[in-house]
């Protein structure tokens, strides 16, 4: 749970925006992949679980 605690610690607002960074970024990375053009395809992942754990934030500050 270490990496989750800084993003609960963001507001609202705040992770929403990080949401949209990390969307644009999954995007560029597909591209990025599908042109051949990836050097970490590592970061695919990392992108992926980080926008989960901003989603899970989200949904928790919405219930509470």
């Not at 507001?11 to 042109?35: F, G, H, I, M």
């Not at 901003?54 to 928790?60: D, G, I, P, S, Y």
Request: zero cysteines; proline letters at 3%.
């Amino acid at each position: 749970m270490a990496k989750a605690t800084p993003i609960r610690e963001l507001s609202p607002d705040e992770l929403k925006v990080r949401l949209r960074e990390l969307k644009e970024e999954a995007l560029n990375l597909r591209l990025q992949q599908s042109t051949g053009q990836i050097e970490n395809t590592d970061r695919i992942r990392i992108v992926r679980r980080e926008k989960a754990r901003v989603l899970t934030a989200l949904n928790e500050k919405a219930s509470a």
